[in-house]
């Protein structure tokens, strides 16, 4: 029984010291952020969204304020510029692999392709997502990239963009 234990101690350690990568998610030393404001075709400010770089990948949140109750669609978006009222200046979705829109598309997801933000009664909503194996040389190329927040909810499934109805908020993504 002795033996046994020792046995199944020494596995447990050396298991332990097997798992030497970061898990995805991971803060990263030195880790680059890119910041943008989210602001509606008026110009008033609504919010914010964050891209860290970390271990495996990008970490997208995004905090918003003052935005109708319900679900809505969040994409990062090609371009860094947000003309209005429309803010089709920011281009398609982020797609760097080609893939078709949404998590519950079998062609799918874009990279630029995030969960819904629920905003509650209070106007207010909170979403963050780990995107592993994104790149934030990718995202901010030459052209930069934007945040677009949609006026309806993104169903997951619809190419292009999830049937998410009209941009209502943008910002630039800058980084810092």
Known sequence: MRIGYVTAAAAVLALAGCDDKPTVGAPVAGGRVAVATLRTPAGKEVGRATVREVAGGLRVTIDARFLPPGMHGAHLHT???????????????W??????????NPQGPHSGDLPNLSIGADGRGTVGINLPGASFDALLDADGAAMVLHADVDDMMTDPSGNSGGRIACGVLVAG
């Open 79 to 93: 371009v860094g510029r947000c003309d209005g009222p429309d803010f089709a200046s920011a281009g398609p979705h």
């Open 95 to 104: 797609n760097p692999t080609g893939m078709k829109h949404g998590t519950m």
